[in-house]
Protein backbone atom coordinates (compact mmCIF):
# COMPACT_ATOMS: atom_id res chain seq x y z
CA UNK A 1 0.00 0.00 0.00
CA UNK A 2 1.30 3.39 -1.08
CA UNK A 3 0.31 6.91 -1.10
CA UNK A 4 1.62 10.55 -1.23
CA UNK A 5 -0.04 13.28 0.64
CA UNK A 6 1.10 16.88 1.56
CA UNK A 7 2.07 16.79 5.17
CA UNK A 8 0.42 20.11 6.29
CA UNK A 9 -3.11 19.08 5.36
CA UNK A 10 -2.35 15.65 6.48
CA UNK A 11 -1.12 17.14 9.83
CA UNK A 12 -4.17 19.23 10.45
CA UNK A 13 -6.72 16.13 10.09
CA UNK A 14 -4.61 14.21 12.38
CA UNK A 15 -4.98 17.13 14.75
CA UNK A 16 -8.55 17.70 14.69
CA UNK A 17 -9.19 14.11 15.49
CA UNK A 18 -6.00 13.39 17.76
CA UNK A 19 -8.12 15.07 20.62
CA UNK A 20 -10.67 12.10 21.06
CA UNK A 21 -7.37 9.92 22.41
CA UNK A 22 -7.07 9.74 26.23
CA UNK A 23 -3.17 9.88 27.77
CA UNK A 24 -4.08 6.43 29.12
CA UNK A 25 -6.08 3.68 27.28
CA UNK A 26 -7.79 0.75 28.28
CA UNK A 27 -6.69 -1.01 24.96
CA UNK A 28 -2.87 -0.41 23.69
CA UNK A 29 -4.43 -0.05 20.14
CA UNK A 30 -6.44 3.30 20.90
CA UNK A 31 -3.40 5.07 20.99
CA UNK A 32 -3.10 4.56 17.32
CA UNK A 33 -4.70 6.38 14.44
CA UNK A 34 -6.03 3.87 12.11
CA UNK A 35 -5.04 4.64 8.62
CA UNK A 36 -7.72 3.38 5.97
CA UNK A 37 -6.82 3.65 2.28
CA UNK A 38 -9.72 2.94 -0.64
CA UNK A 39 -8.78 3.80 -4.11
CA UNK A 40 -7.69 7.66 -3.31
CA UNK A 41 -9.33 8.32 -0.13
CA UNK A 42 -7.66 8.49 2.77
CA UNK A 43 -9.78 8.07 5.98
CA UNK A 44 -8.08 8.44 9.48
CA UNK A 45 -9.67 7.65 12.73
CA UNK A 46 -8.92 7.94 16.47
CA UNK A 47 -11.33 6.65 19.36
CA UNK A 48 -11.61 5.94 23.21
CA UNK A 49 -14.09 3.71 23.11
CA UNK A 50 -16.84 6.12 23.95
CA UNK A 51 -16.30 8.40 21.14
CA UNK A 52 -15.01 7.69 17.69
CA UNK A 53 -14.03 10.76 15.01
CA UNK A 54 -13.62 9.91 11.21
CA UNK A 55 -12.47 12.07 8.93
CA UNK A 56 -10.99 11.57 5.06
CA UNK A 57 -8.91 13.50 2.34
CA UNK A 58 -8.30 12.94 -0.71
CA UNK A 59 -3.83 11.41 -1.78
CA UNK A 60 -2.12 11.40 -4.73
CA UNK A 61 -0.43 8.40 -6.51
CA UNK A 62 -2.49 5.52 -4.24
CA UNK A 63 -1.26 2.14 -5.02
CA UNK A 64 -3.19 -0.96 -3.34
CA UNK A 65 -6.38 -0.68 -0.40
CA UNK A 66 -5.85 -1.79 2.88
CA UNK A 67 -5.59 -0.73 6.63
CA UNK A 68 -2.73 0.10 9.01
CA UNK A 69 -2.68 1.43 13.02
CA UNK A 70 -0.04 3.83 13.40
CA UNK A 71 1.47 5.37 16.97
CA UNK A 72 -0.29 8.76 17.15
CA UNK A 73 1.83 10.38 18.86
CA UNK A 74 5.19 9.62 16.85
CA UNK A 75 3.08 10.32 14.02
CA UNK A 76 1.79 13.92 14.92
CA UNK A 77 5.24 14.69 16.60
CA UNK A 78 7.10 14.01 13.38
CA UNK A 79 4.54 15.95 11.14
CA UNK A 80 4.70 19.07 13.20
CA UNK A 81 8.53 19.03 12.00
CA UNK A 82 7.75 19.50 8.47
CA UNK A 83 7.08 22.39 6.61
CA UNK A 84 4.76 22.27 3.57
CA UNK A 85 5.68 19.33 1.20
CA UNK A 86 4.56 16.33 -0.58
CA UNK A 87 5.21 13.52 1.59
CA UNK A 88 5.49 9.21 0.50
CA UNK A 89 3.85 6.70 2.66
CA UNK A 90 4.86 3.15 1.81
CA UNK A 91 3.01 0.42 3.80
CA UNK A 92 4.65 -3.56 3.88
CA UNK A 93 1.45 -5.25 3.79
CA UNK A 94 3.18 -8.49 5.16
CA UNK A 95 4.63 -7.11 8.37
CA UNK A 96 3.35 -3.70 8.59
CA UNK A 97 6.59 -2.14 8.27
CA UNK A 98 5.73 1.34 7.37
CA UNK A 99 8.31 4.53 5.60
CA UNK A 100 7.89 7.82 5.11
CA UNK A 101 9.85 9.43 2.59
CA UNK A 102 10.25 12.74 2.66
CA UNK A 103 12.30 15.40 0.11
CA UNK A 104 15.28 14.83 2.67
CA UNK A 105 15.50 11.70 5.11
CA UNK A 106 13.33 8.97 5.69
CA UNK A 107 11.54 8.01 8.55
CA UNK A 108 10.76 3.76 9.59
CA UNK A 109 7.49 3.22 11.91
CA UNK A 110 6.04 -0.58 12.74
CA UNK A 111 2.20 -0.62 12.63
CA UNK A 112 -0.34 -2.83 13.83
CA UNK A 113 -3.34 -4.87 12.37
CA UNK A 114 -5.68 -2.32 11.59
CA UNK A 115 -7.96 -5.26 11.39
CA UNK A 116 -7.85 -4.96 15.70
CA UNK A 117 -9.33 -1.66 16.00
CA UNK A 118 -12.85 -1.18 17.51
CA UNK A 119 -15.36 -1.65 15.06
CA UNK A 120 -18.18 1.06 15.00
CA UNK A 121 -21.35 0.48 16.97
CA UNK A 122 -24.16 -0.20 14.75
CA UNK A 123 -27.22 1.69 14.97
CA UNK A 124 -30.99 -0.12 15.66
CA UNK A 125 -33.84 -0.69 13.46
CA UNK A 126 -36.02 2.47 15.11
CA UNK A 127 -33.02 4.93 14.71
CA UNK A 128 -34.22 8.32 14.16
CA UNK A 129 -32.65 10.96 12.23
CA UNK A 130 -31.86 14.72 12.48
CA UNK A 131 -30.56 17.17 9.68
CA UNK A 132 -30.17 20.85 10.67
CA UNK A 133 -27.70 23.96 9.85
CA UNK A 134 -23.85 23.43 11.06
CA UNK A 135 -24.47 26.99 12.11
CA UNK A 136 -27.02 26.15 14.42
CA UNK A 137 -25.53 23.32 16.17
CA UNK A 138 -21.95 25.17 16.60
CA UNK A 139 -23.85 28.37 18.17
CA UNK A 140 -25.99 25.78 20.47
CA UNK A 141 -23.54 23.51 21.67
CA UNK A 142 -21.49 26.76 22.44
CA UNK A 143 -24.13 28.25 23.89
CA UNK A 144 -24.89 25.46 26.46
CA UNK A 145 -21.41 23.30 26.82
CA UNK A 146 -20.46 25.83 29.90
CA UNK A 147 -23.21 24.73 31.91
CA UNK A 148 -22.69 20.97 32.08
CA UNK A 149 -21.35 19.72 35.49
CA UNK A 150 -19.12 16.87 36.72
CA UNK A 151 -21.06 15.06 38.45
CA UNK A 152 -19.82 11.23 38.87
CA UNK A 153 -23.23 10.60 40.98
CA UNK A 154 -24.97 12.25 38.63
CA UNK A 155 -24.01 11.77 35.01
CA UNK A 156 -27.04 12.75 33.65
CA UNK A 157 -25.91 16.57 34.18
CA UNK A 158 -22.61 15.86 32.98
CA UNK A 159 -23.77 16.53 29.04
CA UNK A 160 -26.02 18.61 26.67
CA UNK A 161 -29.48 17.17 26.35
CA UNK A 162 -30.64 17.21 23.16
CA UNK A 163 -34.97 17.14 22.99
CA UNK A 164 -36.45 17.01 19.79
CA UNK A 165 -40.14 18.10 19.39
CA UNK A 166 -42.38 18.73 16.33
CA UNK A 167 -42.15 22.57 16.46
CA UNK A 168 -38.07 22.22 16.97
CA UNK A 169 -34.95 21.40 18.90
CA UNK A 170 -34.06 22.43 22.77
CA UNK A 171 -30.86 22.22 23.75
CA UNK A 172 -30.00 22.61 27.16
CA UNK A 173 -27.36 21.75 29.91
CA UNK A 174 -27.56 22.36 33.99
CA UNK A 175 -25.03 21.86 37.05
CA UNK A 176 -28.08 22.24 39.23
CA UNK A 177 -26.81 25.83 39.99
CA UNK A 178 -27.16 27.36 36.46
CA UNK A 179 -29.25 26.42 33.43
CA UNK A 180 -29.28 27.23 29.62
CA UNK A 181 -32.04 26.54 27.45
CA UNK A 182 -31.37 26.84 24.01
CA UNK A 183 -34.11 27.04 21.58
CA UNK A 184 -33.64 26.52 17.48
CA UNK A 185 -35.43 24.91 14.29
CA UNK A 186 -34.05 22.14 12.24
CA UNK A 187 -34.86 20.99 8.35
CA UNK A 188 -36.16 18.23 9.33
CA UNK A 189 -36.95 14.67 11.70
CA UNK A 190 -38.20 11.81 11.66
CA UNK A 191 -40.58 11.44 14.67
CA UNK A 192 -43.74 9.16 14.61
CA UNK A 193 -46.68 10.61 14.94
CA UNK A 194 -47.64 9.19 18.81
CA UNK A 195 -44.66 10.45 19.42
CA UNK A 196 -44.45 13.83 21.16
CA UNK A 197 -40.49 14.20 21.13
CA UNK A 198 -37.51 11.82 21.33
CA UNK A 199 -33.91 12.93 22.94
CA UNK A 200 -30.65 11.88 24.28
CA UNK A 201 -27.96 13.33 25.83
CA UNK A 202 -24.54 13.83 24.33
CA UNK A 203 -21.68 13.74 26.87
CA UNK A 204 -19.49 16.97 27.38
CA UNK A 205 -16.17 15.23 26.04
CA UNK A 206 -18.11 14.50 22.50
CA UNK A 207 -19.51 17.95 22.99
CA UNK A 208 -16.39 19.66 23.12
CA UNK A 209 -15.17 17.75 20.17
CA UNK A 210 -17.71 19.30 18.13
CA UNK A 211 -17.51 22.82 19.70
CA UNK A 212 -13.88 22.60 17.98
CA UNK A 213 -15.06 21.21 14.14
CA UNK A 214 -18.26 22.98 13.72
CA UNK A 215 -16.83 26.51 12.95
CA UNK A 216 -14.63 24.84 10.25
CA UNK A 217 -17.71 23.20 8.52
CA UNK A 218 -20.44 24.46 5.92
CA UNK A 219 -23.72 23.12 5.30
CA UNK A 220 -25.79 20.69 7.37
CA UNK A 221 -25.55 17.87 9.76
CA UNK A 222 -26.78 15.04 9.62
CA UNK A 223 -27.68 13.25 13.72
CA UNK A 224 -28.53 10.00 13.28
CA UNK A 225 -29.21 8.15 16.85
CA UNK A 226 -30.82 5.37 18.59
CA UNK A 227 -31.39 4.45 22.23
CA UNK A 228 -27.31 4.03 22.70
CA UNK A 229 -25.40 5.58 20.05
CA UNK A 230 -25.65 9.01 18.34
CA UNK A 231 -23.95 9.43 14.92
CA UNK A 232 -22.96 13.30 13.65
CA UNK A 233 -22.24 13.39 9.69
CA UNK A 234 -20.41 16.42 8.89
CA UNK A 235 -18.90 17.72 5.24
CA UNK A 236 -15.01 16.29 6.47
CA UNK A 237 -16.10 15.05 9.84
CA UNK A 238 -18.08 11.61 11.00
CA UNK A 239 -18.24 11.75 15.17
CA UNK A 240 -19.92 8.69 16.68
CA UNK A 241 -20.43 8.69 20.93
CA UNK A 242 -22.20 6.54 23.12
CA UNK A 243 -24.95 8.81 24.67
CA UNK A 244 -25.13 9.21 28.79
CA UNK A 245 -28.06 6.67 30.08
CA UNK A 246 -30.13 7.98 32.35
CA UNK A 247 -33.41 10.56 32.63
CA UNK A 248 -32.76 14.04 32.42
CA UNK A 249 -34.14 16.11 34.81
CA UNK A 250 -37.40 17.91 33.90
CA UNK A 251 -35.89 21.49 33.32
CA UNK A 252 -39.08 23.10 32.45
CA UNK A 253 -40.02 22.60 35.76
CA UNK A 254 -37.32 24.51 37.51
CA UNK A 255 -37.98 27.98 35.13
CA UNK A 256 -39.99 30.27 37.17
CA UNK A 257 -42.92 31.59 34.82
CA UNK A 258 -43.76 34.49 36.64
CA UNK A 259 -41.52 37.16 37.41
CA UNK A 260 -42.78 40.75 38.36
CA UNK A 261 -39.31 42.16 38.52
CA UNK A 262 -37.72 42.79 35.00
CA UNK A 263 -34.82 44.85 34.30
CA UNK A 264 -33.01 45.67 30.98
CA UNK A 265 -28.72 46.01 31.04
CA UNK A 266 -26.32 46.57 29.12
CA UNK A 267 -24.52 43.37 29.14
CA UNK A 268 -20.72 44.92 28.43
CA UNK A 269 -21.41 47.83 31.47
CA UNK A 270 -23.00 45.05 33.66
CA UNK A 271 -20.29 43.08 33.00
CA UNK A 272 -17.26 44.62 33.38
CA UNK A 273 -18.74 46.17 36.79
CA UNK A 274 -19.53 42.31 38.35
CA UNK A 275 -15.58 41.82 36.93
CA UNK A 276 -14.36 44.75 38.88
CA UNK A 277 -16.18 44.51 42.18
CA UNK A 278 -16.17 40.68 42.35
CA UNK A 279 -12.28 40.70 43.24
CA UNK A 280 -13.50 42.31 46.46
CA UNK A 281 -15.81 39.13 47.25
CA UNK A 282 -15.41 36.55 49.89
CA UNK A 283 -13.05 33.83 47.95
CA UNK A 284 -14.95 31.27 49.19
CA UNK A 285 -18.59 32.31 48.39
CA UNK A 286 -17.71 34.60 45.39
CA UNK A 287 -20.94 36.74 46.73
CA UNK A 288 -22.10 39.81 44.98
CA UNK A 289 -24.78 41.39 46.21
CA UNK A 290 -27.24 43.44 43.58
CA UNK A 291 -29.84 45.93 44.64
CA UNK A 292 -32.47 47.33 42.09
CA UNK A 293 -33.57 50.97 42.70
CA UNK A 294 -35.74 52.90 40.22
CA UNK A 295 -33.48 52.60 37.46
CA UNK A 296 -30.07 51.89 38.89
CA UNK A 297 -28.34 48.58 40.08
CA UNK A 298 -26.41 48.98 43.11
CA UNK A 299 -23.17 46.25 43.09
CA UNK A 300 -21.67 45.21 45.90
CA UNK A 301 -19.03 42.67 47.62
CA UNK A 302 -16.99 42.45 50.64
CA UNK A 303 -14.39 40.09 52.36
CA UNK A 304 -14.64 40.84 55.95
CA UNK A 305 -11.51 38.21 56.52
CA UNK A 306 -9.74 40.89 54.85
CA UNK A 307 -11.55 43.84 55.09
CA UNK A 308 -11.67 44.42 51.99
CA UNK A 309 -15.13 45.94 49.88
CA UNK A 310 -16.34 47.26 46.72
CA UNK A 311 -19.53 48.97 45.20
CA UNK A 312 -20.88 50.47 42.03
CA UNK A 313 -23.43 51.63 40.47
CA UNK A 314 -24.62 51.55 37.25
CA UNK A 315 -27.85 52.36 34.76
CA UNK A 316 -30.39 50.28 33.79
CA UNK A 317 -33.90 50.18 32.86
CA UNK A 318 -35.95 49.21 36.22
CA UNK A 319 -39.39 50.63 37.85
CA UNK A 320 -40.61 49.47 40.82
CA UNK A 321 -40.42 48.25 44.29
CA UNK A 322 -36.22 47.85 45.34
CA UNK A 323 -35.40 44.16 45.51
CA UNK A 324 -31.83 43.12 46.55
CA UNK A 325 -31.09 39.61 45.32
CA UNK A 326 -27.27 37.57 45.97
CA UNK A 327 -25.75 35.72 43.17
CA UNK A 328 -22.37 33.75 42.81
CA UNK A 329 -19.98 35.96 40.85
CA UNK A 330 -18.36 33.44 38.60
CA UNK A 331 -21.63 32.06 37.84
CA UNK A 332 -23.31 35.11 36.56
CA UNK A 333 -20.00 36.61 35.16
CA UNK A 334 -19.93 33.12 32.64
CA UNK A 335 -23.55 33.72 32.13
CA UNK A 336 -23.16 37.28 30.63
CA UNK A 337 -20.28 36.17 28.99
CA UNK A 338 -22.03 33.38 26.59
CA UNK A 339 -24.78 35.49 25.55
CA UNK A 340 -24.17 37.76 22.04
CA UNK A 341 -26.37 40.43 22.75
CA UNK A 342 -25.86 44.06 23.38
CA UNK A 343 -28.32 44.32 26.14
CA UNK A 344 -29.80 41.35 28.62
CA UNK A 345 -33.09 41.56 30.45
CA UNK A 346 -33.20 40.04 34.09
CA UNK A 347 -36.16 38.92 35.29
CA UNK A 348 -36.45 38.12 39.13
CA UNK A 349 -39.60 36.88 41.32
CA UNK A 350 -37.95 37.07 44.93
CA UNK A 351 -34.34 36.73 46.56
CA UNK A 352 -34.92 33.30 47.00
CA UNK A 353 -36.12 32.34 43.78
CA UNK A 354 -34.07 31.41 40.89
CA UNK A 355 -33.23 34.96 38.18
CA UNK A 356 -33.96 34.92 34.64
CA UNK A 357 -31.18 35.90 32.30
CA UNK A 358 -32.32 36.53 28.36
CA UNK A 359 -31.03 38.07 25.49
CA UNK A 360 -32.88 41.43 24.55
CA UNK A 361 -32.57 40.63 21.17
CA UNK A 362 -32.20 36.59 20.25
CA UNK A 363 -30.14 36.35 16.45
CA UNK A 364 -32.48 34.32 14.12
CA UNK A 365 -33.88 30.63 15.02
CA UNK A 366 -32.94 30.86 18.12
CA UNK A 367 -34.30 31.93 21.52
CA UNK A 368 -31.89 31.56 24.66
CA UNK A 369 -33.07 31.54 28.62
CA UNK A 370 -29.97 31.30 31.17
CA UNK A 371 -31.39 30.76 34.74
CA UNK A 372 -29.08 31.50 37.87
CA UNK A 373 -29.70 30.24 41.66
CA UNK A 374 -29.31 32.88 44.18
CA UNK A 375 -27.43 32.97 47.29
CA UNK A 376 -28.71 34.06 50.57
CA UNK A 377 -28.02 37.24 51.63
CA UNK A 378 -27.37 38.12 55.39
CA UNK A 379 -29.41 40.90 55.70
Known amino acids: ???????????????????????????????????????????????????????????????????????????????????????????????????????????NFIGQNGDEYPRLPQLQDDARFLSLPVSQLSSGISKTLFCTADDELRPVMNGVFFDIMKDGLTLVATDAHKLVRY??????????????????????????????????????????????????????????????????????????KSNPYKIIIDRLTFLNALKRVSVFSNQASNLVK?????NQIHISAQDIDFSISAEETINCQFEGDPIKIGFKSAFLIEILGNINASDVILELADPSRAGLILPFENEANEEILMLLMPMLLND
Open 183 to 256: KTTYNSATLLEEEEKVNFILPKKPATMLKNILPKESGDVEVSFDSKNTYFKLLNYTMVCRQVEGRFPNYNGVIP
Open 290 to 294: LEFIE
Open 1 to 107: MKFVVSSTELLSHLQAISRVINSKNSLPILDNFLLHLEGKTLTMTASDIETTLITSMEVDNADGDGKVAVASRLLLDTLREFSEQPLTFTINDSNLAMVINSSNGSY
